[in-house]
């Protein structure tokens, strides 16, 4: 017999984990075709046009895929978890209603945008287009964030009156728009998604500079530029934000940080856990830095963690996998702070390689003599640096799932934390099976074949022509 | 009559105007391949926007009744999910006919037919599961079962659904103006008109003056273009929005075949805030639709 809580979950986080992949794209590209389309207007450079057409092209496949998949989740999230979305109906649906809003303007607008691009005549009012897409992309992501923050947070009803006779009173339809993570969660969420979208295009961008030469590799290099002025950007905010998420969560959701960071401790002093598992409620093969938890969590080696912070202050019944979700977070911090580290490194090398700024340090013997080495020349020439930024893109990807995976599972055994469980929520009609299934295989055809399908329009489109150049 | 169950009502009305069409579309393509060109100048623009409408309205039944909402999802899960899944394929086949290159070995107008199916079929279940909420057929008493069997052995409604089908089908020509063996179109609005009506009357359903005037409406618009070959868009998209807006006027407030849609309203405290969003994001989102109308009836610049 199948579980179907189980079936319903497993669905719901397959379907999202797909669909934030698409999300990210779909979050991505109009930034960089923005960008593009506006270097284009601005310095009169016909290459970032072309840039701006392919890009929109991708970006229009992959909207019907990404707005597909996006119906599929929602239609998931009513029809998986009917007593969950009962509550939020009551209490919390308005962000679900605006993002419908957000999701016409990027529909709209990128219909006007591709399908009617000739029929401008000011060149800047169609860009303007592009900026009112990515605003649209941008918002569902705020607008679906205020209902994950509701979810770990939730407000906006009394709680302790729905606990004891499962009726919603003294509702406050806003109050779910400004819960005390919505705004750090947002942060985190959009700068990650930002940022794992423009990874994979640099990533892509950095592999076809590996592989082209002469206009082709002059494109490439331009859209490469682009990308990794956004990955900058967003990792640095990524991990900024991060660690305030973490200091909300030590606040707000103290159980869900202390199964993340698989911690039993409380007082001065406190270890930080790194890696391990836990077995009869004893962590092992783990890393175990003193006083590290209590600098990170106050600033001083000696400073105190309060007994809410450890899992020994909680029922072992709502404790979440304490040894996925610490790993899957430790994990998620290791590779976020090393790419954060990899990009300044190569934001510094790419500085150095702006003219003025590298002849500055030319008149300098010791300077000039560094800056002659391979690893500080131009790192979009330099073969190294272009497999690293394909790595990165890889990494990207997993950090994306990973951190998802961290939020999701640590908030377990709630949907709406402290207020309902998974469990009680759960649709357990046995009709969602098969077709379940085929949701799942759908997906595992649809996106390769998308990505592959974006792929060869593009390979199929000749750079020479579309820049009017005679071979 | 209730503000929040009438914009209920007109959202539906659009989303089904919308999607009429596209069977239209559908229909076509399977029909005259030679409309391919016509269909693709209409829908490549707007699918985008037709699949948000589906959104909107889905949303906006969960604001306005979130207390309907597990007895649908425990009835209707699979056929809701089916037609969940169909619509990924409908995203992906339109867009892969737009994009095809030439040389491929799936033409333009093989992947704009598998759309076509998919397309009809959602429609189809998005009919049977609005028809089974509104008259409660296949629905057992305590609202949690579906008989399939008992859907389908409904002989009326198997006549909404073929009636629905061959209005599409007779008004296919006129909106796609299509020309070959143009007489089928008033032969089939006709006879759809003829076995739509009759069928929700005889599933309980209200059927006034108002419905045989509308009927009547769209009857002439077949006939007129099959005596003239003129047509206008509007016309068939007014003229379907009223059909559907009519049939849930006279039905107020009938859901699972009896009146108590009321009775599953939100709390006024949600439905206040869900109007002034809707008010807002009416005003944004018509702003925007009228931004988009001129853009598509604006000339080609020449490049």
Known sequence: ?471 | MNTYITINYVLLAIVFTFLFVEGMSAISFIYDRKSLPNVKKYLDPVWGIVGTFVVFFVVNTEVIYPAIMPSIDYMYVFPILLATLLFIGRNVFLIFSEYIWKDSKFSQLMLARIYSLITFIIIIILLSIFISIISGVGTNSTLTGFSTTVFLSNPYILGFIAGTLLIALGLSFVFYKIEKMKFLSPISTIFGLLLFVFSINRLGLNVNYITYVLGAAIALISIFYYATGKARRETVFIAVFLSVISINFLNYGKVFGVDSLTSYLNNSAVSYASILVTVVGGLLLTAMLLFFLYMYRLPNKEQ
């Not at chain 1, 202050?313 to 998620?332: E, G, I, L, Q």
């Not at chain 1, 357990?428 to 990505?451: C, E, K, M, Q, R």
């Open chain 1, 1 to 471: 017999m199948v579980n179907l809580v189980l079936f319903d979950a497993g669905l719901m986080g397959y379907s999202l984990a797909v669909h934030i992949l698409l999300v990210t794209v779909g979050m991505t590209l109009p930034i960089i075709m923005s960008i593009a389309e506006f270097v284009s207007i601005k310095y009169k450079v016909k290459i970032y046009d072309v840039l701006a057409k392919r890009l929109a092209n991708a970006l229009i496949i992959f909207f019907a895929v990404g707005t597909a998949s996006g119906v599929v989740v929602a239609i998931e999230l009513f029809v998986l978890w009917p007593k969950f979305i009962s509550v939020l109906g009551q209490v919390g649906i308005l962000p679900l209603y605006m993002e419908v809003f957000a999701f016409f303007t990027e529909a709209i607008f990128l219909g006007i945008y591709i399908y009617f691009w000739n029929k401008f005549k000011s060149r800047i009012r169609h860009w303007l287009l592009s900026v009112f897409i990515a605003i649209g992309a941008v918002m569902s992501g705020v607008f679906i964030t205020m209902i994950n923050a509701f979810m770990n947070t939730p407000k906006g009803f009394n709680i302790p009156y729905y606990l004891s006779t499962s009726k919603i009173i003294d509702v406050n339809p806003f109050a779910v728009l400004n819960t005390p993570t919505t705004w750090v969660e947002i942060g985190h969420v959009i700068g990650s998604t930002i940022f794992a979208g423009s990874a994979f295009f640099l990533a892509y961008f950095a592999y076809k500079l590996l592989k082209t030469k002469g206009t082709e590799r002059e494109y490439y290099k331009k859209a490469a530029k682009i990308a990794a002025a956004i990955v900058i950007i967003a990792i640095i905010l990524t991990v900024i934000l991060g660690i305030e998420s973490i200091t909300a969560l030590m606040v707000y959701q103290p159980e869900k940080f202390a199964a993340l960071e698989m911690n039993f401790n409380s007082g001065p002093h406190v270890a930080e856990v790194l890696g391990g598992f836990l077995v009869n409620n004893k962590t092992v093969d783990s890393i175990n830095i003193a006083g590290l938890m209590s600098f990170l969590a106050t600033g001083k080696f000696n400073g105190v963690i309060a007994s809410n912070d450890s899992l020994l202050s909680y029922a072992k019944s709502t404790w979440p996998p304490v040894s996925v979700v610490h790993n899957t977070f430790d994990t998620m911090v290791a590779i976020g702070v090393l790419i954060g580290i990899i990009m300044v490194i190569f934001l510094i090398i790419w500085l150095l390689n702006v003219n003025k700024i590298r002849n500055k340090f030319k008149s300098n013997k010791f300077f000039s003599k560094l800056l002659s080495r391979k690893i500080f020349s131009d790192p979009f020439d330099n073969p190294l640096i272009l497999k690293v930024l394909i790595v990165i893109g890889v990494l990207a990807a997993f950090l994306l799932e990973d951190g998802w995976v961290t939020d999701e599972v640590g908030r377990q055994p709630w949907i709406i934390y402290n207020v309902m469980t998974v469990s009680a929520a759960a649709n357990t009609s046995p009709s969602v099976i098969p077709v379940g299934i085929a949701i799942i295989f759908f997906y595992i055809l649809v996106l390769p074949a998308t990505v592959l399908f974006v792929r060869r329009v593009m390979k199929k489109r000749d750079l020479n022509k579309e820049l009017r150049i005679k071979p």
